[in-house]
């Protein structure tokens, strides 16, 4: 797909008797280190049910995947309520499909650059088959949420919307809005969790162990 790292597709997270959405691993800015993550929903996975599993089951690259949970770690959750998202901590390194985190997103009105940019989301479909959707600009509806138009699933929840221009992330969706005459998305601009996660100081996630040797 032009202009898209296909190699660097998000995961889809298959949650037994939950739900099942997207999420994606990216490396974010925590108390000045630079920490490998893995950001969801947290209506796709949150804490209460974290606290019950010792493993996660999700899908990566097409093929079906077990993540060890580290019971020790404390779970984040201050952002988790405001913004419907959860950051896993990943205990190793060894991520070869890492996304970027577009630094564009932490300037001063930073949501208005992205207005008549062209985007696209990386989701799951039904089918738990990776796909790309495309769009054109986000409006901002509050003071974190936006809108936009990529074309989204069921099992799209968590998948970040990037920019096409840097081929960044900018937004991760949350849900879709099916009214009368009018169809749209609502994501959340990512500048304001992060931001809220390192103002707070928290201690940070609970932290999942990533099997790489067949990945």
Request: aromatic residues 10%; neutral net charge; proline residues 2%.
């Amino acid at each position: 797909v032009t202009g898209v790292q296909t190699c660097a597709l998000p995961i889809l997270c298959e949650i037994i008797g939950k739900t099942t959405g997207t999420g994606f691993f990216c490396k974010i800015k925590y108390k000045n280190k630079l920490i490998p993550v893995l950001i969801t929903n947290y209506h796709v996975i949150n804490d209460n049910y974290l606290k019950n599993k010792n493993t996660l089951k999700c899908y990566i690259n097409g093929e079906s995947k077990i993540l060890n949970i580290n019971k020790d770690s404390i779970i984040y959750s201050s952002i988790t309520n405001q913004f419907d998202i959860i950051i896993i901590k990943l205990k190793n390194d060894e991520i070869n499909h890492y996304l970027e985190i577009d630094d564009n997103i932490f300037n001063i009105n930073s949501e208005n650059s992205y207005k008549n940019e062209h985007i696209c989301i990386l989701h799951y479909k039904n089918s738990g088959n990776a796909s790309i959707s495309y769009g054109y600009g986000i409006e901002q509806i509050n003071y974190y949420d936006v809108k936009h138009f990529c074309y989204t699933l069921s099992h799209s929840s968590g998948g970040p919307i990037l920019s096409l221009l840097t081929n960044k992330i900018i937004g991760i969706h949350k849900l879709c809005v099916n009214k009368e005459n009018d169809r749209y998305n609502i994501g959340t601009f990512l500048k304001f969790p992060l931001n809220d996660l390192n103002i707070k100081k928290n201690e940070i996630i609970i932290e999942i162990k990533v099997n790489l040797d067949d990945i």
